[in-house]
């Protein structure tokens, strides 16, 4: 394929943290960002999972590092970070992906439910953040990307506590985008529209279920998560070094719509 060797090193020597990357899009986020040159630090609350990304990512000739931890907890994001940094010196990308579904209406949802989804989302996102920016400063570079949602963007008729968490992502990257603008640090996110997941066919029943919703959007389908990574491979190149603050929504033309 024409240019596919520089396709291949667009991310070469580039440390990249990927939270959440256990299973769906986190481990294609992974898995691509590898097959581009990246060094993985594979994070995830489930050891298995974790391990099983970070098999395949040494399967295919790349570097991986596990990192197992729950992302609200500052202490556990502290101790990726530092993990990272000993084995490979520092952390160049951030994929604060790690996220955990919702699908209750506003009456059903319980304290403990909404205050969960604001601490993976939202908190997660935060104490990891937090974590790799100074190193960031020091080096004057730096990649962070915030995996949110279309229903972010646009709401949805169920799950008002996740297209809070997901709002509140959006709003996070442009003020981190202003923040760290001086020290050349880019902060950007995805806000995917459908992809077949896992916690897709949660959501919508099975496959009948996902069927049916493809539908509705213009290009008459989901996405396969590694096209959502694709974008986000995108956000963490130099090819987008004058982007920031900005939301790329691979959705098939979904919002277009308006639904």
Aim: proline residues 3%; contains cysteine.
């Amino acid at each position: 394929m024409e240019g596919e060797g520089r396709l291949s090193n667009r991310l070469r020597d580039r440390v990249a943290l990927i939270t959440g990357a256990g299973a769906g899009m986190g481990r294609s986020h992974a898995l691509v960002m590898a097959g581009r040159g990246a060094k993985l630090v594979v994070q995830d609350i489930d050891g298995r999972g974790a391990e099983e990304t970070a098999a395949l990512v040494r399967e295919g000739g790349g570097e991986a590092l596990v990192a197992v931890g729950d992302v609200a907890d500052s202490v556990s994001a502290a101790r990726a970070v530092s993990a990272a940094e000993a084995r490979f010196g520092r952390v160049d990308i951030l994929v604060n992906n790690a996220g955990i579904a919702s699908f209750k209406h506003t009456e059903e949802i319980e304290e403990s439910e909404f205050d969960r989804i604001f601490a993976v989302h939202v908190k997660g996102a935060f104490f990891f953040a937090q974590r790799v920016v100074p190193g960031m400063k020091a080096r004057r570079m730096g990649k962070i990307i915030n995996i949110s949602s279309r229903w972010g963007q646009v709401g949805a008729e169920i799950a008002s506590d996740y297209c809070g968490a997901k709002a509140a992502l959006l709003g996070m990257t442009k003020a981190w985008a202003k923040e760290l603008a001086p020290h050349n640090i880019h902060v950007n996110a995805v806000a995917p529209g459908g992809v077949w997941t896992p916690m897709a066919h949660e959501e919508k029943g099975g496959t009948e279920g996902i069927r049916a919703a493809e539908k509705a959007v213009p290009l008459g389908r989901w996405a396969q998560p590694e096209e959502i990574s694709y974008a986000v491979a995108f956000l963490a190149s130099s090819e987008s070094d004058f982007i920031t603050g900005q939301v790329i929504a691979p959705n098939g033309g979904a919002t277009i719509v308006g639904f």
